[in-house]
């Protein structure tokens, strides 16, 4: 069977959203300084930041989420 280049970008996408759910998941601190909820990218695997940078764009406007490298500092 031959898979398209429509379907190959379809489970490419889908990967790519499915994997950065599970990261945002996993990677939500509630910063207790201004009440306001972060997803964390750790500071010593950048590339994880550059990887999901786009959505991030886009996740920051549909639910108001803010994003941070490394943890915050007290």
Same mark, same amino acid.
């Given at each position: 069977?031959?898979?398209? =280049?429509?379907?190959?970008?379809?489970?490419?996408?889908?990967?790519?959203?499915?994997?950065?759910?599970?990261? =945002?998941?996993?990677?939500?601190? %509630? @910063?207790?300084?201004?009440?306001?909820?972060? %997803?964390?990218?750790?500071?010593?695997?950048? @590339?994880?930041?550059?990887?999901? =940078?786009?959505?991030?764009?886009?996740?920051?406007? %549909?639910?108001? %989420?803010?994003?941070?490298?490394?943890?915050?500092?007290?």
């Amino acid at each position: 069977m031959k898979i398209t =280049r429509i379907k190959w970008v379809a489970i490419v996408v889908f990967l790519y959203l499915s994997s950065y759910i599970a990261f =945002r998941a996993t990677h939500i601190e %509630l @910063w207790h300084q201004d009440g306001k909820q972060y %997803l964390i990218f750790p500071k010593d695997q950048l @590339w994880i930041y550059y990887f999901y =940078r786009p959505i991030t764009y886009v996740d920051s406007k %549909l639910t108001m %989420l803010q994003f941070h490298i490394g943890p915050h500092q007290p």
